[in-house]
């Protein structure tokens, strides 16, 4: 019978390039194999335990918490945690190392462990192949009866003589000797794949790695019976004495919430109770509807029952400060489905106009931290962030990680440079993949890249590179994900540096964070909020009195009557193409409409067949009808129809008696279930619970597959809701103050899915006058001028100019209009790249004329000499002719992504008629099933996850947008035009509903050659 074994040294591939397999994999193998016990031990590093830990978990065996740690001036030493205080010092320690080296690196040396007791922690020395002695006797020395010394066999033709070496040395020490395999694998088959990730971290080829590689595959799980043959009873059996000793779980972790928001005479329960009642107040000065006082009690009841006090009021800090300093922020999410976050402010989310469901917020039954997002204006999220480390300080806030896994295009490239492929082979790979092809690298868009994947060496690199695919190539830090801890993070969970400056991240990421329940604040950042911000201001100041969104008009019939027209280019969330197919059939009429129009245009309803049917109820095609009273209490605002996750949890609880909690399981295994499995069980507990409750198969088998069509993108009405108020802000300001939502969108880019150059095409389409960059009327950014106002250019649209130097431009013009370049160049201390910027955006025309002559006026600068005066010297006029109109459009579009002159295909328009392609107003105009041929400058590719492969393209001329629906099969026959071109045709049907136009294609040609030297990149995939 082979003996019981604890692997008390294993490497997963969170110690990066270097471990090969992943934790799950590692775990799942050792018990496979029987064995007791598994210690994770990655290199100064925590960053995969958690995954671990969940395996563990879920296959019963006995993870053991450690790291590996390699002294600068000492032994390389794997340290093992024994209880919850060990982990702390464990965890300090490793901290010190991450935070004392460069962002993926560490430092740490003998005086560390010396400084800080690792009272509690385990030690196995791991020694070189020629053992020292001097370092096992400082590892005595320095942990006593908590050390021993690691035998570890690679059978590299010497393991009897090792084995001999290394118990009279731990003899002579006074070291018990313990068995450890140095595991980096999972299985065997992993080495080839482990040489190459060696040879990227090193920047070698496998072939000239050498010595550097390991000499077999030993470092693998190995079965209990090989261990008995290689290893004596007595090292086997000490795994087990080791195992006994490491008795920590991350289950031990709390989290502890911070104290000091909490005034002197308050509990946590009653400061929140105050800031509640003054905010409800505030919200319902007329007093507010019985059920949402309800609902308020209820949640401050279930809150104070879970002690989550401390947690909403660290989240209404964080807002009460961004609106002191005039910051706009939104609570969405989880958040918008609580009364008590409407009243402090958190969100925006009236609870009397929704139907809120807490428990997908806050669950007794989950009892584990609730979750808020909170977005604030992108160009000012940092204010916030800084507020948050000069309040808890960097010891104990820190932000939390992104695992960055490695993709087909990075697998591609590191294998390929691994393995010597030339760099231009290895970039036709890469390049031949896109992001929709997801996590398969296929052979055919190898050969379309002009390669055989049946070359030995091609195909070799194509395996590995499979292999490498979601492996874990580096941690960056998360857009905004913090972790706030009453005391020091560094008992919770190792901190190291990121790669910015004055950042640091934990090395958990929010799964992480999840999976043990612990605390996570979001701080995040949304561009819309930024321009909304400036909208505001610019209608403000037009209108001479303060202008905030609460004073943007509710429920306003011309707004609804441009969104229900598709009329929605710059308006949040409604922008894209399947939104804007959409909004004519919804015709949205109220906030709730809203709602729903954000939500449904989702892969979750898309993909569960939700979307066709609560159309044709809307639209009376269909009548609308309910199994039972309480189901229509679910559905009837979505017309039976679900749309929401909140729906599905609710007719759970209600039609197959599931209790809260166990409707917010079922709304884990939804997101999760296509990446592990897991619904069957929910499967049989809905439709048998349905079935009990007198509700029919067919009923019940047709919720469970929307069920499955929601798959991991069912969209929150929470989050829905909070969203649907920015849509509707947005669209006021663009409906009502054209000239002053355009110009903040400029100010705010890059965002959304249209450039400047169609954003200014949209504003003169709804009568805005658009003036150019001027040095005698241009402001930094874009501004306002007149009345009606009109939009004046900011020197912010100049490329190649500097904030600094538009800044300086501005202040000097303040004490006069510059008479000249010369004069502008020395008043506003402008260096020739900047003046070179300004004469190619046309902005030195009221000083020098056209282009031509500004470029002139910039060479003959003359830098102002210390001493004496400038020479001024008359010159006379060159005779340099005015660029031709289609110079002047290039120069528009390479210098400010946009031009005031007619548009390109104006210019092309005989060449692309005699071609007999159409412009899109004759294309809007042509009936349904018309076969033409049209061509347009490309704005946007989007790929939508629910678009079954399908492509939608939008491509502009000189008369409008035509919107093109490239089908999978089309699209991979044209797919060189489809990604590569910035001027397409595009041949095929017409199809035509209502006032939604598309084509239909069958046929694409790249014709970007007619545009010459134009740049006019496309928004493609955001």
């Given amino acids: 019978m082979s003996p019981d074994y604890a692997e008390l040294h294993a490497l997963s591939n969170f110690t990066f390039l270097r471990g090969a397999s992943h934790p799950e994999e590692l775990v799942e193998r050792a018990a496979a194999l029987g064995y007791h016990a598994l210690a994770l031990t990655d290199e100064c590093s925590l960053a995969g335990i958690v995954r671990a830990h969940v395996a563990a978990r879920e296959a019963s065996l006995k993870l053991i918490v450690g790291s590996e740690v390699n002294l600068e001036d000492g032994p390389r030493l794997a340290l093992l945690a024994t209880d919850r205080a060990a982990y702390g010092r464990l965890v300090a320690l490793l901290t010190r190392g991450r935070r004392a080296a460069p962002k993926g690196s560490y430092r740490l040396r003998r005086a560390d462990l010396e400084a800080e007791p690792l009272e509690g922690c385990l030690a196995l020395w791991l020694p070189g192949r020629v053992a020292d002695a001097t370092e096992g006797a400082w590892v005595r020395e320095r942990f006593g009866e908590d050390a021993w010394l690691a035998v570890e066999l690679m059978a590299a033709g010497r393991d009897r003589e090792r084995l001999g070496e290394l118990e009279a040395l731990g003899r002579r ?9 140095d595991v980096h694998l999972h299985l065997r088959e992993r080495q080839p794949l482990q040489d190459v990730l060696t040879a990227v971290r090193l920047g070698l080829t496998v072939e000239s790695a050498g010595l550097a590689l390991y000499a077999n595959g030993e470092r693998h799980l190995k079965s209990r019976a090989e261990l008995a043959r290689r290893y004596p009873a007595a090292l086997l059996a000490a795994t087990l004495a080791v195992a006994e000793r490491a008795r920590f779980s991350l289950e031990e972790l709390r989290y502890e919430y911070p104290e000091e928001l909490v005034p002197e005479g308050h509990t946590p329960a009653s400061w929140l109770r105050a800031l509640t009642e003054a905010g409800f107040a505030r919200r319902f000065p007329d007093g507010a509807p019985a059920a949402v006082r309800t609902l308020v009690e209820h949640e401050l009841a279930l809150i104070a029952e879970l002690k989550y006090e401390p947690f909403f009021l660290t989240v209404e800090d964080l807002v009460a400060f961004a609106r002191r300093r005039g910051i706009l922020c939104q609570g969405r999410g989880s958040a918008a489905n609580s009364a008590v976050c ?13 139907s809120l469901l807490f428990e997908r917020f806050v669950s007794k039954e989950r009892n584990e931290p609730p979750d808020i997002d909170v977005d604030f204006e ?36 590191d294998i390929g440079k691994a393995l010597g492929l030339d760099t231009l082979t290895c970039e036709r790979l890469a390049r031949s993949m896109q992001w929709w092809d997801g996590s398969r690298i296929d052979d055919g868009r190898v050969r379309e890249a002009g390669l055989d994947p049946a070359n030995p060496m091609l195909a070799r690199a194509l395996g590995l590179a499979r292999e490498l695919i979601g492996f874990p190539r580096h941690l960056s830090q998360h857009v905004g994900g913090f972790v706030i801890a009453r005391r020091s993070l560094a008992e919770l969970v190792p901190v190291e540096n990121a790669a910015m400056e004055e950042r640091t991240v934990i090395e958990w990421d929010k799964d992480d964070l999840d999976d043990l329940g612990l605390l996570k604040v979001d701080v995040l ?20 009195r303060p ?14 009557a441009m969104i229900s027209r598709a009329d929605t280019i710059g308006v949040f969330q409604i922008e894209s193409r399947a939104q804007m197919a959409m909004l004519p059939r919804l015709k949205p009429r109220n906030y709730y409409d809203l709602v729903i129009e954000v939500a449904i245009i989702r892969p979750g309803p898309i993909q569960g067949d939700m979307v066709h049917p609560y159309l044709r109820r809307r639209n009376g095609e269909e009548p609308v009808s309910y199994p039972s009273v309480e189901v229509k209490d679910v559905l009837e605002r979505t017309l039976g129809v679900p749309i929401f996750q909140e729906q599905v949890m609710q007719l759970a609880v209600v039609a197959a008696g599931f209790s809260p909690g166990e409707a917010d399981r079922l709304r884990r295994a939804m997101a999760a279930w296509k990446r592990r499995g897991g619904l069957g069980p929910f499967e049989a507990r809905l439709i048998d619970g349905m079935r009990a409750r007198g509700y029919a198969e067919g009923f019940a088998r047709a919720i469970f597959n929307q069920i499955l069509g929601f798959g991991e993108y069912g969209f929150p009405e929470s989050h829905a809701a909070s969203f649907a108020l920015l849509v509707y802000v947005s669209a006021w300001l663009k409906c009502h103050e054209p000239a002053a939502f355009t110009a903040a969108l400029l100010n705010s880019q890059p965002m959304g899915f249209y450039a400047p150059a169609q954003l200014a095409r949209d504003a003169r389409e709804h ?68 003046l070179s910027a300004l004469a190619a955006s046309g902005a030195l025309g009221t000083l020098a004329g056209h282009r031509h002559r500004a470029a002139w006026d910039v060479g003959g600068i003359v830098a102002p000499m210390p001493l004496l005066p400038t020479p001024r010297i008359a010159e006379g006029a060159p005779l340099l002719r005015a660029p031709r109109e289609g110079e002047d459009i290039v120069a528009d579009y390479r210098s400010l992504g946009l031009s005031l002159g007619r548009h390109p295909l104006a210019l092309l328009r005989p060449r692309l008629a005699a071609k007999g392609l159409l412009r899109a107003e004759e294309v809007r105009g042509l009936p349904q099933g018309a076969r033409i041929r049209t061509c347009g400058i490309v704005l946007v590719r989007q ?13 502009e001329d000189e008369t409008g947008v035509v919107n093109l629906v490239v089908w999978r099969n089309v699209g991979e026959r044209w797919r060189r035009p489809l990604l590569e071109s910035r001027l397409l045709e595009a041949g095929g049907t017409l199809q035509r509903e209502g006032d939604v136009v598309h084509l239909i294609v069958e046929r694409l040609v790249d014709r970007s050659p007619l545009l010459g030297a134009l740049i006019a990149p496309s928004r493609d995939f955001h």
């Fill in 378 to 413: 992108h160009e000012r999220r940092e204010e916030v962030i800084q507020y948050l480390y000069q309040k808890y300080g960097r010891h104990r806030a820190a932000l939390t990680a992104t695992v960055i896994c490695y993709r087909p295009r990075s697998a591609l490239r």
């Fill in 767 to 834: 009568g805005v006058e658009v003036r150019g960059v001027d040095v005698n009327r241009s402001a930094v950014e874009t501004t306002l001028e007149g009345e009606p106002p009109a939009l004046r250019l900011g020197f912010n649209q100049v490329r190649g100019l500097a904030r600094a130097s538009a800044e300086r431009l501005v202040e000097a013009r303040g004490e006069r209009p510059f008479a000249s370049v010369q004069d502008l160049a020395e008043r506003a201390s402008l260096e020739r790249r900047d």
């Fill in 173 to 181: 020490l006074g070291l018990p000797r313990v068995a450890s395999g």
């Fill in 525 to 544: 950042g949304l561009g819309m909020l930024t321009a909304i911000r400036r909208a505001l201001a610019l209608v403000a100041a037009r209108r001479r």
């Fill in 547 to 560: 202008f905030a969104m609460a004073d943007v008009p509710p429920e306003d019939p011309a707004t609804y």
């Fill in 342 to 354: 409407y009243c402090l402010g958190i969100t925006e989310v009236d609870p009397s106009r929704m």
């Fill in 943 to 955: 790929r939508p996850g629910s678009a079954s492969g399908v492509t939608f393209v939008t491509l």
